[in-house]
């Protein structure tokens, strides 16, 4: 169902002729059926239940679409209305939160360890719980999870990465909290759990309490008068006691079937250096903090790993001896992005050892890389609601991501010429001077067209074309060079890289002719030009003289070569990243 009505069959057929059509002008009249199928479901997912009957009409119409001369194609799509700037909007509703017993307001928290930059990984609970605050008119609360100087010691840069990544997002924070700040508050409760006897100070070295543990036994301190604990917990605090010497231990249930959930540690002592605050030595645990904090700010609803399930029974300790509702926790499933590193730790060690020069390098899954390579905010918001709140495990795959950005940006993406690995090509018998205008976008003539000069010197003009479309060639092959003139091969060089022709006309020759397209640069119009890939390689070619006109940051069209995005320019010089084909 479009709209409350099926589409007729005729409905059908218009559109795939129109998606078609873009499809062949934006890739040089070539259309692929996958490809149409793909954004027609993409935008219509209303006709994912008529696959079967849509194929072969696609196959079909596709077929004939490519029989077309791109004129054909261009000048066919113009009288449609040209390429139709498609606004995506992700039209699955995710289900409702569930309701929250106890609480007045939904409230929601995104709460990262400031160890690094955000992850593909880290976006998703941080888009959820934004889409959840806005649709149901409640907060959303940042709080950076940063006492564990030791273990996971947090970096004075990385909070500002969160916020300028969420930022990107489209996410503003209603408040924001660190952790660090809030020393006073974990200490507070700390007593009064003393004090009433909920949680006690341990002595136990750690292999002696994983015996207890582990035998479902109380230790020795369990049962000590709550007077002897807070006198502890003062050595804790003023340096009675040393690291690994006292741990403060929640009261819960040693005969618990789960052994992590016996007696959790709730503070302990760690001297290690904080990049916000210092003069503290004791500093609370994961499941202390979080527990505390999500009471104090009346979070109605968590949204987290999987892996945090037994954490939630913990927590559920701390919430009945505060005789306060828990948090209703919805669980979801690890991110994963193919052939990218996604472990934050492992970037981060990457970096500091060299691995990867940048915290943005193309091989990373870090929102960096993604922004840095062009793909859009509303791009990955998309990817990560289509994920909805499945528990299972999810692997992003990039050619998904890669339709969904080609979506965004093709319509505003200028087309520029790019040749990769390149052969000398020279032109014999050209009659006189040829402008060729190349229009920015095959469907967008309002954005204008650069013109490229050839100007023959006694009949003999120079250019580049790539290696991989001319080396097999033989003598005698007839090829167009696009948008310009068409050749006759006389010899072909692959030693040194070169090959020689005959100027055979302007003309447009018939698809039905068999008549290779061919990529082209002028020698004397020809700039360097290097291309970062996703996997940090290089390829390295020629690009028109234009490319150079272009400022850092914007997305472009390499012509049969892929999206990128331009990254540094000088008079002779131009350095671009892939984003996508």
């Known amino acids: 169902m479009e709209g409350g009505f099926p589409m007729s069959l005729d409905d059908v057929k218009s559109l795939i002729e129109r998606i078609a059509l873009e499809n062949a002008v934006s890739f040089n009249g070539v259309a692929k059926p996958e490809a149409v199928l793909g954004k027609l479901l993409g935008t219509n997912p209303g006709l994912r239940t008529r696959v079967k009957e849509i194929i072969p009409i696609v196959r079909e119409i596709t077929e004939r679409v490519n029989k077309m001369s791109l004129s054909e194609q261009t000048d066919l799509l113009k009288k449609l209305g040209g390429i139709q700037r498609v606004e995506k909007v992700v039209k699955q509703e995710l289900p409702p939160l569930p309701r929250a017993e106890g609480f007045a307001k939904v409230v929601l928290r995104f709460a990262p360890n400031p160890d690094g930059p955000l992850t593909l990984g880290n976006a998703r609970p941080a888009v959820l719980c934004d889409y959840y605050a806005k649709k149901m008119n409640g907060k959303f609360i940042l709080r950076f999870e940063d006492t564990s100087p030791s273990v996971k010691p947090p970096l004075k840069d990385a909070y500002e990465w969160v916020v300028e990544d969420l930022k990107w997002l489209g996410i503003e924070p209603d408040e924001i909290h660190y952790q660090s700040d809030r020393l006073p508050i974990y200490y507070e409760h700390a007593e009064s759990f003393l004090e009433k006897g909920f949680a006690y100070v341990c002595l136990c070295k750690p292999e002696e309490f994983r015996v207890f543990e582990r035998e479902g036994k109380p230790c020795p301190h369990r049962e000590q008068d709550p007077s002897v604990s807070l006198s502890l917990w003062d050595k804790m605090l003023n340096g009675g006691l040393n690291p690994g010497e006292a741990v403060v231990r929640v009261k819960t249930d ?75 926790s919805i669980h979801i499933g690890r991110v994963g992005l193919e052939k990218s590193v996604l472990s934050k730790s492992k970037i981060m060690k990457g970096w500091m050892q060299g691995l990867y020069k940048s915290l943005d390098d193309p091989r990373l899954g870090t929102l960096r890389s993604l922004r840095r390579r062009g793909f859009r905010p509303e791009v990955i918001r998309r990817v990560i609601l289509d994920m909805g709140l499945n528990i299972t495990e999810a692997m992003v795959k990039w050619e998904n991501l890669y339709a969904y950005n080609r979506e965004v940006v093709d319509y505003d993406s200028e087309r520029y010429y790019f040749v990769k690995d390149p052969f000398r090509l020279v032109v014999e018998n050209t009659p006189g001077r040829i402008e060729a205008r190349l229009y920015r976008h095959p469907s967008r003539p309002e954005l204008g067209f650069r013109t490229i000069v050839i100007d023959p010197t006694q009949g003999r003009v120079e250019l580049l074309v790539p290696a991989e479309d001319v080396i097999s060639l033989k003598p005698g092959s007839r090829i167009r060079l696009i948008s310009l003139f068409n050749v006759e091969i006389e010899k072909v060089d692959p030693e040194a890289k070169s090959l020689t022709a005959f100027f055979k006309g302007v003309e447009v020759p018939e698809k039905s002719a068999g008549v290779k397209l061919i990529q082209w640069v002028m020698l004397n119009d020809a700039v360097k030009t290097r291309v970062l890939m996703p996997d940090a390689s290089y390829v390295e070619g020629f690009g028109e003289s234009h490319l150079t006109r272009l400022s850092p940051g914007k997305m472009i069209q390499l012509v049969r070569f892929g999206f990128c995005m331009v990254e540094k320019t000088s008079t002779d010089a131009v350095e671009l990243i892939f984003s996508h084909p």
């Open 254 to 328: 040693m005969q618990h079937p789960n052994p992590a959930v016996r007696d959790w540690p709730a503070l302990r002592i760690d001297l290690a250096e904080h990049p916000r605050v210092k003069g503290f030595r004791v500093w609370p645990l994961y499941n202390w903090s979080c527990a505390i904090d999500d009471y104090e700010m009346q979070v109605s609803h968590v949204i987290r790993g999987k892996e945090h399930m037994t954490n939630e029974v913990r927590q559920s300790y701390v919430f009945q001896y505060l005789n306060a509702p828990q948090p209703v």
